[in-house]
């Protein structure tokens, strides 16, 4: 990937037609290791279903998408699959590449949402830097403690230059600044120094109690963050594709 653009690179990029390399309509959630993507996943959602498990040093890719009931797989390294009982027991598993967590989506049936992992050293592996460049919409986590930090814009940079228009920039643990004025702050630079790179900024607020209050009662799913999301989520991926479907009836 270019990490300098010309101004002709930017031109082509803007100019030239989108290409799907899967066929998944798919949101992915990054962001450095311990970042906070668990807690927005599941303020997207609009559920508590994914464990925060702080401390580990690897994590598998998460996929979810839709079905009527609830299911778990799994794929190891070796392509092998096995159907654990618990989300706990794989995500402390270090040698699984991937879960398949199926069930009831609502409104984003027919949406893939991934929740691609970090190394603790910073690393992201190729495939999983591909993934993100091909998402349809790219929710990108940083902690508000100690947002937009030089090295998550240096992974971003490096993104084509049209996932802008499709990322929004969602800054986990809001609720844990001291005060008033240390949002408006971070709020202030990160309009400076990191609203080109997304079209969407949104500050979380993804509690464990706020994300278990969160399907019941609208107002704290919106104080969550996630009200926000999936509205975004559906303008920029649900409403694309069933009109790509209806086209292609």
């Not at 010309?6 to 309509?25: M, N």
Request: charge should be negative.
């Amino acid at each position: 990937m270019k990490q300098n653009f010309s101004l002709q690179d930017l031109v082509d990029e803007i100019d030239s037609p989108r290409t799907k390399r899967s066929g998944a309509w798919r949101i992915v959630v990054a962001g450095e290791f311990e970042s906070g993507k668990s807690s927005v996943v599941n303020a997207l959602l609009r559920l508590p279903i994914l464990p925060c498990n702080p401390g580990l040093i690897a994590r598998p890719i998460i996929k979810i998408a839709h079905a009527p009931q609830p299911s778990i797989g799994t794929e190891d390294r070796t392509g092998r699959s096995f159907q654990p009982s618990s989300l706990n027991e794989v995500l402390e598993n270090d040698l699984l590449e991937t879960v398949h967590l199926r069930m009831p989506l609502g409104d984003l049936q027919g949406v893939e949402i991934v929740e691609v992992p970090f190394h603790h050293d910073g690393g992201i592996s190729k495939r999983n830097l591909d993934m993100i460049a091909d998402a349809d919409l790219i929710i990108w986590v940083t902690i508000a403690s100690q947002a937009w930090r030089l090295s998550e814009q240096a992974l971003v940079e490096g993104l084509p230059y049209h996932t802008r228009e499709r990322s929004i920039l969602a800054i986990s643990r809001a609720d844990k600044l001291k005060t008033a004025d240390d949002l408006d702050k971070i709020e202030t630079r990160l309009q400076t120094d990191a609203s080109r790179f997304f079209s969407e900024i949104v500050f979380m607020q993804a509690s464990t109690e706020n994300l278990n209050k969160a399907a019941t009662d609208t107002r704290i799913w919106e104080e969550t963050g996630g009200a926000a999301l999936s509205s975004i989520a559906h303008e920029l991926v649900v409403m694309p594709m069933k009109a790509a479907k209806t086209a292609a009836e």
